[in-house]
């Protein structure tokens, strides 16, 4: 059993890929021609490129100083080679000779490590040729984090939530017979290792909804929750030095795939001391889960005994853009078939019961439903989930 007592936040990273435009100094390389190789006789330069880990290429330097060739002079030194500046993630430099006549296209040579000062070129080649065009190829993607959950992993929540910022992704994805467990650190129904009571109470321990927050979806982000459980949640947890609550799953502009999932016994996800916005994190409102601006596949789920309604969405969420199921992160695909011609959410086949009604407070709180949250309509609206009450 994995207990959480502290929010955990998986980081992503704002912005479109990285552009490489660090290139190797060749102003200070010394050429000084020698006999022994196989060169033929001209005039050479050489161009040097860095290497990182992942075989990636740095754009390639400004051609060295020419050194012509004549009479016996069969080979070149090359020293006073730069090195690879510590710290900037690269590990080899990639050495080009240019044809006899000091133009292009420039044969790869040799691969240097990261300090060597000199080469002797004495003709040999490595094969390939220098890529001049690399304005796609140095475009490096911003590595986002990912938290990826095996099949049988029981999670314990004390008063705490997961929480992905831009473009993290959050991967949730068990079998039958090997669901994954989100619940309360109260929670004796589930355990591991002999024991289920996790949290050593014995008689005095007793779930609640709201014992936990949920799963917090930031923009850009995604989660893929497949054969789980997700109950007590929808409780109130920490957030930027007040407290706020969180749906047991809340979309914020997120790409999410949910299914064979079972939400029960949640609290409705609202409240706390923190102003509405919940510090940029936006509002939310009563529901198991909560969308705004996202088209998620939410199929084949078991909602009940939970406060808040068992989905609410913004308006023009409903919107029509094709949506089908594309199928689960890990192990096959497993794509739900017969929804090709869907638009907007995907939103079939879901179980409801006891959702919603009136809190403890008299306070409506949602239906056994969809609740769809009131707006302006600003594009193409299409509601074909027939089979949820909206």
Same mark, same amino acid.
């Given at each position: 059993?994995?207990?959480?007592?502290?929010?955990?936040?998986? =980081?992503?990273?704002?912005?479109?890929?990285?552009?490489?435009?660090?290139?190797?100094?060749?102003?200070?390389?010394?050429?000084?021609? &020698?006999?022994?190789?196989? &060169?033929?006789?001209?005039?050479?330069?050489?161009?040097?490129t860095y290497v990182d880990n992942q075989g990636n290429e740095s754009p390639a330097s400004d051609p060295s100083?020419?050194?012509?060739?004549?009479?016996?002079?069969?080979?070149?030194?090359?020293?006073?080679?730069?090195?690879?500046?510590?710290?900037?993630?690269?590990?080899?430099?990639?050495?080009?000779?240019?044809?006899?006549?000091?133009?292009?296209?420039?044969?790869?040579?040799?691969?240097?490590?990261?300090?060597?000062?000199?080469?002797?070129?004495?003709?040999?080649?490595?094969?390939?040729?220098?890529?001049?065009?690399?304005?796609?190829? !140095?475009?490096?993607?911003?590595?986002?984090?990912?938290?990826?959950?095996?099949?049988?992993?029981?999670?314990?929540?004390?008063?705490?939530?997961?929480?992905?910022?831009?473009?993290?992704?959050?991967?949730?994805?068990?079998?039958?017979?090997?669901?994954?467990?989100?619940?309360?650190?109260?929670?004796?129904?589930?355990?591991?290792?002999?024991?289920?009571?996790?949290?050593?109470?014995?008689?005095?321990?007793?779930?609640? +909804?709201?014992?936990?927050?949920? &799963?917090?979806?930031?923009?850009?982000?995604?989660?893929? &929750?497949?054969?789980?459980?997700?109950?007590?949640?929808?409780?109130?947890?920490?957030?930027?030095?007040?407290?706020?609550?969180?749906?047991?799953?809340?979309?914020?502009?997120?790409?999410? +795939?949910?299914? !064979?999932?079972?939400?029960?016994?949640?609290?409705?996800?609202?409240?706390?001391?923190?102003?509405?916005?919940?510090?940029?994190?936006?509002?939310?409102?009563?529901?198991?889960?909560?969308?705004?601006?996202?088209?998620?596949?939410?199929?084949?789920?078991i909602f009940q005994h939970n406060d808040g309604s068992a989905i609410t969405i913004n308006l023009n969420s409903?919107?029509? =853009?094709?949506?089908?199921?594309?199928?689960?992160?890990?192990?096959?695909?497993?794509?739900?078939?017969?929804? =090709?011609?869907?638009?907007?959410?995907?939103?079939?086949?879901?179980?409801?019961?006891?959702?919603?009604?009136?809190?403890?407070?008299?306070?409506?709180?949602?239906?056994?439903?969809?609740?769809?949250?009131?707006?302006?309509?600003?594009?193409?609206?299409?509601?074909?989930?027939?089979?949820?009450?909206?």
């Amino acid at each position: 059993v994995h207990v959480i007592a502290e929010n955990l936040l998986i =980081e992503g990273v704002a912005g479109g890929p990285i552009s490489q435009v660090a290139t190797p100094p060749t102003q200070l390389v010394k050429l000084d021609p &020698l006999t022994g190789g196989t &060169l033929p006789l001209g005039t050479y330069n050489y161009r040097l490129t860095y290497v990182d880990n992942q075989g990636n290429e740095s754009p390639a330097s400004d051609p060295s100083r020419d050194i012509t060739l004549t009479g016996g002079q069969t080979a070149v030194l090359l020293s006073q080679l730069p090195r690879i500046p510590s710290g900037s993630g690269f590990v080899e430099r990639r050495l080009y000779r240019s044809q006899p006549d000091g133009s292009g296209p420039y044969n790869l040579i040799h691969k240097l490590n990261s300090t060597a000062a000199t080469y002797l070129d004495n003709g040999t080649a490595l094969g390939g040729v220098l890529v001049e065009d690399v304005t796609a190829l !140095n475009l490096q993607p911003r590595l986002d984090a990912s938290l990826v959950v095996d099949p049988g992993t029981i999670v314990k929540f004390d008063g705490a939530r997961i929480e992905t910022r831009m473009g993290g992704q959050l991967v949730a994805e068990g079998h039958v017979g090997h669901e994954i467990v989100f619940t309360s650190l109260q929670d004796d129904r589930y355990g591991a290792g002999g024991s289920y009571d996790t949290s050593n109470q014995l008689a005095n321990s007793v779930a609640e +909804r709201g014992d936990w927050g949920g &799963l917090l979806i930031g923009a850009l982000g995604e989660l893929s &929750l497949d054969h789980a459980v997700v109950s007590y949640a929808g409780g109130i947890t920490k957030m930027d030095g007040s407290f706020a609550g969180v749906n047991p799953v809340e979309l914020h502009q997120a790409t999410a +795939r949910i299914t !064979n999932t079972t939400f029960e016994q949640n609290a409705s996800g609202v409240g706390g001391q923190a102003n509405a916005n919940r510090f940029g994190r936006g509002s939310n409102a009563p529901g198991s889960i909560f969308v705004r601006g996202s088209q998620p596949i939410i199929v084949n789920n078991i909602f009940q005994h939970n406060d808040g309604s068992a989905i609410t969405i913004n308006l023009n969420s409903l919107n029509g =853009e094709l949506v089908s199921d594309w199928g689960r992160s890990t192990s096959l695909s497993d794509a739900i078939p017969g929804f =090709e011609d869907n638009r907007g959410p995907l939103v079939r086949m879901n179980r409801l019961a006891d959702n919603g009604g009136i809190d403890g407070s008299g306070r409506h709180v949602g239906a056994n439903g969809m609740n769809v949250r009131g707006g302006e309509l600003t594009t193409e609206g299409v509601w074909d989930d027939t089979d949820i009450v909206h």
